[in-house]
């Protein structure tokens, strides 16, 4: 990479807040819900680790050093993806057909309906479970209150009184069906609109059972919705604090696993060594001799960190293990990726096509753009197991041919001929190679946009774009914007661990 990388600046983590804020975030983070750390957890999933380098000695630890390491993870994974993620939500735990679970699940549901059902079968009926769940309805609506409902919360509190219900039980004057209504009613003013259309339903039940039984169902998923508001409400929030939440977390997990900084270390010290070996290549006289010890450029730790990000653009995700620092984000970058992977042959089928047209056609927006959309759709599925490179393009040769022909014949300019066709084909399907010449350049050139981007500070404008990739420039620009979002808030956080570690490396170096 270029030397420019020696110009990046690292972001600083921010100084310590309160610890009552700190606390807060504790609170949110560790309060959320299963189904909350089962999103995490399938997000967060990384390939098998192999070959882990042991640069601190093996040692025994107990199971409940496990399981709280195990929790300490969950935590700073839930704020994490809370933070980064401004898509995540929360979604309603569904058990799978047939699965143990859902059938132990069912049958206790069931038998506490029939249960339910029986006492209130009975000559006179008998309330005990039906004010029980009058009494957790009771707390649900509650809770789904803010401080400033005062009204709603005096009409719950009054209408839904245990004591004053059992009472009217006890002297046979208990109407449920009129609690049901204000139930159902209070559910309406206070269900966001997606759940409008459930409770409207709730008041065609007539039996007492099956409309407590929907009652409940409806009360989750209002539950969730509460959850999901709740998130998008302490984001703001989340986000001042999770750096130092985050880097807290992660120091007590180092503190009971000493070997938590062996990838990270691993990963610095290659991104160095390919780093200090461009430099010396560069640092090269004429002649060929080497250069002496004075004449070599020194590495810097910011360069060293940005290069290693880099890499991660480039990484084996299914023989390499991910350096622990990022392992959170192990599947964005990941996607990352796998955009880039898709601009590189998209940039590159575009650029030779410009090339073996006539002069202008590629200054003709209407038909680049048109051109692009059409490569891309074709590309679209490029890293499913199903999808073979090499026929895909064999097919984008044909459908660019005619694109071009027809623009061509509009233009009034000279037809294609057929030997151009035939070329521009070849040069097409030669793009499926990872050693295509045109291939390399345009993914070297798209990552010395991505480096000289980082190392810019973030700054808007974007750098220039690098020459043949102005037909991606807008794909390129939001993958540059989301991975330098990524880097800089891992930076915040992780920025002590990478200089501890870099300081030892540099020496040597």
């Known amino acids: 990479m270029s030397e420019n990388l020696d110009k990046s600046n690292v972001n600083e983590a921010g100084k310590s807040k309160s610890n009552d804020s700190e606390q807060g975030l504790e609170d949110a983070v ?11 957890k399938s997000d967060s999933t990384s390939p098998q680790r192999v070959q882990r380098p042991h640069s601190s000695p093996p040692r025994f630890v107990t199971v409940e050093e496990l399981l709280e390491t195990a929790r300490g993870v969950t935590n700073m994974a839930l704020a994490h993806e809370i933070v980064v993620n401004g898509d995540f939500q929360i979604k309603p735990v569904e058990l799978p057909e047939n699965s143990l679970k859902k059938r132990v699940k069912d049958i206790v549901h069931k038998a506490f309906w029939d249960c339910l059902s029986a006492q209130l079968s009975e000559d006179p009926p008998a309330y005990d479970h039906a004010i029980k769940l009058v009494g957790e309805i009771k707390e649900t609506l509650l809770s789904f209150l803010l401080p400033g409902h005062t009204r709603l919360r005096n009409q719950i509190t009054e209408v839904l009184d245990l004591d004053l219900i059992k009472q009217e039980a006890e002297n046979g004057a208990l109407d449920i069906s009129k609690l049901a209504e204000f139930i159902i009613g209070m559910m309406g003013t206070l269900c966001a609109p997606a759940r409008d259309e459930e ?3 709730l008041k065609d039940i007539k039996e007492i059972v099956p409309l407590f039984r929907e009652i409940f169902s409806v009360l989750d998923l209002m539950k969730v919705d509460m959850a999901n508001f709740a998130i998008s409400s302490i984001r703001p929030h989340l986000m001042q604090q999770s750096v130092e939440y985050e880097r807290k977390k992660f120091q007590e997990i180092l503190e009971r696993q000493p070997n938590s900084l062996d990838f990270v270390t691993q990963w610095l010290e290659e991104a160095s060594e390919d780093l200090m070996t461009q430099k010396y290549k560069h640092a090269l ?3 060929g001799a080497a250069a002496g010890s004075e004449d070599m450029p020194r590495l810097s730790p910011v360069a060293v960190q940005n290069y290693a990000y880099l890499k991660l653009l480039k990484w084996d995700h299914l023989q390499r293990p991910f350096p622990e620092t990022v392992l959170m984000d192990q599947s964005r970058f990941h996607e990352l990726q ?3 992977e898709q601009l590189t042959i998209l940039g590159a089928v575009l650029l030779v096509t410009f090339s073996m047209a006539a002069p202008g056609i590629s200054s003709q927006a209407d038909f680049a753009e048109k051109l692009k959309m059409i490569v891309k759709i074709l590309l679209t599925d490029m890293h499913l197991p199903s999808f073979h490179l090499k026929d895909v393009l064999t097919t984008i040769g044909e459908k660019v041919c005619l694109e071009v022909s027809s623009c061509l014949s509009l233009c009034g300019s000279s037809p294609f001929t057929t030997d151009k066709e035939t070329v521009l084909k070849g040069q097409i399907q030669a793009v499926a190679s990872p050693d295509d010449p045109i291939r390399r350049i345009m993914e070297s050139r798209i990552l010395t946009f991505l480096e000289t981007y980082l190392a810019s500070g973030h700054q808007k404008p974007l750098p220039t774009i690098p020459g043949g990739l102005s037909p991606v420039q807008r794909e390129l620009e939001e993958v540059a914007i ?9 930076k915040m956080v992780f920025c002590p661990y990478y200089d501890a570690i870099l300081s030892k490396i540099l020496i040597r170096s």
Do not use: S, T
């Not at 560790?30 to 995490?40: P, R, T, V």
């Not at 989301?482 to 891992?490: D, G, I, P, S």
């Open 338 to 340: 796998l955009q880039l």
């Open 199 to 201: 409770v409207k339903k």
């Open 482 to 490: 989301k991975f330098a979002r990524l880097v800089n808030y891992n």
């Open 30 to 40: 560790e309060g959320a819900d299963e189904a909350l750390q089962k999103a995490i």
């Open 285 to 287: 006289p004429v002649g």
